[in-house]
């Protein structure tokens, strides 16, 4: 393998990604066998939360990166390649709200604006304004389905996979937003600096 | 007690201002020794003067009122304001006009992410000295202060900015999907950008375009529609001595976020830095803005970028 350092997401996306660099011919069984290590100096990898990864492969910490279109689209503003659709971890950004009558389209009627609680304030608050509503963006951290059955807000906006937490919690999709999938994305200067290799590994992705 | 400045601006004590002085210093001496002049021009301009010509896509200027109302603006590159200056103080002056600066510059920057509003830069600007034997000098005098502040390790990237504007003329794409795949390239969105042209049926050609980087051989395998643009970047390289082109990494993808470029555009990359420390490039229709249409090409070193890089390669970093 090159001198890569690649940043990989634990959590959702975790396992499909290292599956993708083991068939790289990365050797990832030391990542799988250890999940309270975090820098995998031999097989170039360190792991983090999905939402790190643009952090690192920004300033150079990493070279390349996997994470979510969600997180990208969140911290639009990092200045990374976006290199690949790796075509794994399908999710969908959904506007949802308690099931009957929709409570967000009656705040917005009576009210005047919605409140919406999401772990995505920038994605959310870019929505409404691109659909013409008023709303009030509750920032959260975790446990969305809780806000709009505790009165905290109306509506959420949430990435959803199955649809199940949603549905466990008596919550039902009003809109999709937007889909998200894994992503390859790549520090500005590695990508000039080490061109080589992340051409090399990208078309091996492409050829798999 | 602690009394707050306002966040992506800092204080700078003796330790630190020594070593800036020694870059900015070391720069400076290298910009004079080539012939470029000192100038200095005001931190606030009017808006309706300046504004609408330096769009940096991550936010802009910081603008404020005078007493009569007029809108300023705080200066957010020195390239502007040195083609107003040419514009209204060298109306009718020999050509070439050689011109160097070091000054802070003014950005918008979205909160809490450490970046600076208030950012030093150091450059020079050549007006008047068209095409290759313009940009050749340019970069000679960038790798010279490069070398002089001792930065070791850079590389220096190369493209055009009217490459990829070209290429997708030459494919026939839509003018308004051609803006769409150009604001892709400069947000660095390959995947928008090959689903866009895929929607055109020319993704290959684009995306082997936009990612093309490499040393001198790649400007021979690049398609037919390239040829102008490439002949220009060609014909720069043969001006450049033998260890200021070892250098060079051709970067057909290259797009720099000022909506002024028209020709050549450069950025530094050093192993020790994630971001890219320095960029210029060629603006042939700005200074017309200005009453005076002349080619023009130039470049700014972030120093306190140069600093970072300096202090990593000293520590070995990769």
């Known amino acids: 393998m090159s001198d890569l350092r690649i940043a990989v997401p634990r959590g959702a996306l975790f396992s499909d990604t290292l599956d993708l660099l083991a068939s790289l011919g990365i050797d990832t069984d030391e990542v799988r066998a250890n999940d309270r290590k975090l820098l995998f100096e031999d097989a170039g990898l360190i792991t983090m939360r999905p939402s790190d990864v643009p952090t690192y492969v920004a300033s150079g910490a990493a070279d390349l990166g996997i994470t979510g279109k969600d997180v990208l689209m969140e911290q639009s503003d990092r200045p990374v390649y976006e290199l690949l659709d790796l075509g794994y971890g399908r999710c969908t950004m959904v506007l949802a709200t308690i099931d009957g009558p929709d409570p967000a389209a009656e705040a917005l009627r009576r009210l005047g604006v919605m409140r919406v609680a999401t772990k995505y304030p920038r994605i959310s608050a870019q929505y409404f304004e691109d659909t013409g509503r008023q709303a009030e963006i509750v920032e959260v951290k975790g446990s969305v389905e809780l806000a709009p059955l505790t009165g905290l807000a109306e509506a959420i906006v949430d990435l959803t996979a199955t649809g199940t937490t949603l549905r466990e919690n008596g919550l039902v999709v009003r809109e999709e937003i937007a889909v998200a999938t894994a992503r390859l994305i790549a520090n500005p200067v590695a990508h000039k600096l080490r061109a080589a290799a992340i051409d090399d590994l990208v078309g091996r992705i492409r050829a798999r | ?318």
Do not use: K, W
Not at chain 2, 27 to 47: K, M, N, Q, S, W
Not at chain 2, 89 to 99: I, N, S, T
Not at chain 2, 181 to 196: K, P, S
């Open chain 2, 1 to 318: 007690m602690n009394r707050p400045i306002p966040s992506g601006t800092r204080d700078v004590l003796p330790d630190e201002m020594r070593e800036l002085r020694a870059i900015t210093g070391a720069l400076h001496d290298v910009f004079i020794e080539r012939g470029y002049g000192e100038v200095y021009t005001p931190a606030i301009e009017y808006e309706a003067v300046v504004g609408g010509h330096a769009v940096d896509i991550v936010g802009g200027g910081y603008h404020l009122f005078d007493e009569h109302g007029n809108v300023l603006v705080l200066r957010t590159d020195m390239t502007v304001p040195i083609a107003r200056v040419v514009g209204s103080r060298y109306a009718h002056a020999e050509l070439p006009l050689r011109f160097c600066y070091a000054a802070h510059v003014y950005r918008v920057v979205r909160a809490q992410r450490g970046h600076p509003r208030e950012l030093l830069q150091a450059g020079i600007e050549l007006i008047g000295s068209p095409a290759a034997g313009g940009t050749a000098e340019v970069l000679t005098v960038l790798c010279a202060a490069l070398d002089a502040v001792g930065l070791q390790g850079y590389r220096i990237g190369l493209g055009d900015a009217a490459l990829i504007p070209g290429l997708l003329a030459a494919l026939e794409v839509p003018p308004d999907a051609a803006q769409r795949m150009l604001a892709e390239l400069v947000t660095r969105d390959f995947v928008g950008l090959e689903h866009e042209a895929a929607e055109h049926g020319v993704a290959d050609e684009v995306l082997a375009a936009a990612t093309t980087r490499g040393g001198p051989e790649v400007l021979d395998a690049a398609p037919g529609p390239l040829a102008d643009a490439l002949a220009g970047l060609r014909g720069v390289h043969e001006l450049l001595g033998p260890e200021l082109a070892s250098r060079v990494i051709f970067d057909l993808g290259l797009a720099r976020d000022l909506d002024y470029y028209t020709g050549a555009v450069f950025e530094v990359y050093d192993e020790a830095l994630g971001t890219p420390l320095a960029g210029g490039g060629r603006y042939d229709d700005l200074l017309g803005r200005f009453g005076r249409p002349l080619p023009a090409v130039g470049f700014a070193i972030n120093v306190d970028r140069l600093h970072v890089a300096l202090a990593g390669e000293e520590r070995g970093l990769r």
